[in-house]
């Protein structure tokens, strides 16, 4: 069967079938080949509905997952994102089609190398290797920022490169309990908003190096 088909079915059968209803992210997730960022071994389980391993010990998530977190971004079209955890690049890829800049931390070498790769036609992407625990304050701040790994408790610096107004969506919780969670910025206060359960792995930081 066809990569277009496989696609095709993806969005209709995880994603509109699960709830995603933001047009432009269903269109973003039809279009970006998500085979092209999975190892050339798992190719075939491209467009299965699961999380794929990328090495590591990291993973390309579930696409439902991609989709949830983005949508829940809200993007308009002219925000800069910061995305913490590029790991092969397909998420800042889906970024990149819905926002104006997306800035993509990843803390780990052949990550990063893997990922640039990936992301070479995307002219609005730059990818920094950095502790994504830090955030990257240069560029900040931020109108939306997505975590792609699980952190007990939101980064204190993470929250202060959000700007006013602005969505950070994080999975919250330890190895085995884990809560995707929205927080939103407004007149300096915070508000959270718990989604639903998820599993992702743990943030690699320098502070933080056994990733328990």
Known sequence: MGKVIL?????EEQLIARGIRDERVLDAMSRIPREEFVPKNLVSSAYEDCPLPI?????ISQPYIVALMVEKLELKGDEKVLEIGAGSGYQAAILASLCRKVYTVERISSLVKFAAENLTRFDNIIIKEADG??????FSPYQGIVVACAISAPPRMLIEQL???GRLV????NRFSQELTVIKKKKGRLKTEKVC???FVPLVTGENSDRS
């Open 170 to 173: 994080i999975p919250l919780g």
């Open 163 to 165: 700007d006013e107004g």
């Open 7 to 11: 696609r095709r079915r993806m969005v």
């Open 197 to 199: 359960g998820c599993v």
């Open 55 to 59: 090495g590591e010990g990291q993973t």
């Open 133 to 138: 625990y830090s955030g990257l304050r240069e």
